[in-house]
């Protein structure tokens, strides 16, 4: 999205700097594992890490674009609820990998240095 950017339900908003926000995916039921195995809700995991779908970025943000996946850890967020739905607030930094089928062509050739 643009510097000025209206989420879904229309609220028009300006993230500042480094910011991402982004909607959660539903991670907080019961889930099934690849084998089909249905693990509840109140099973006891590691740190998990979750998956979410940017919907803004700020001016700064250079890795991520609205649409992308993002891998965030839930115990360092920042929830804000906008007409109702909850999003949670990240830095770029904040994010630990981003998921798109562009990232395949801008990685390719480079050394994946970050700097």
Same mark, same amino acid.
């Given at each position: 999205m643009t510097a000025d950017q209206t989420l879904d339900s229309g609220l028009p908003i300006r993230l500042l700097h480094d910011r991402v926000l982004v909607r959660t995916e539903n991670g907080e039921g019961e889930r099934r594992s690849s084998a089909g195995i249905v693990i509840p809700a109140t099973a006891a995991v590691g740190k998990r890490?979750?998956?979410? *779908?940017? &919907?803004?970025?700020?001016?700064?943000?250079? *890795?991520? &674009?609205?649409?992308d996946r993002v891998l965030f850890d839930p115990d360092d967020r920042s929830e804000v609820e906008l007409h109702g739905r909850a999003y949670v607030l990240l830095r770029e930094r904040d994010v630990h990998a981003v998921a798109a089928e562009r990232v395949e062509r801008e990685t390719t050739g480079s050394t994946g240095l970050y700097l």
């Open positions: 890490l979750a998956w979410a *779908t940017a &919907v803004g970025v700020g001016p700064h943000v250079r *890795t991520i &674009v609205a649409g």
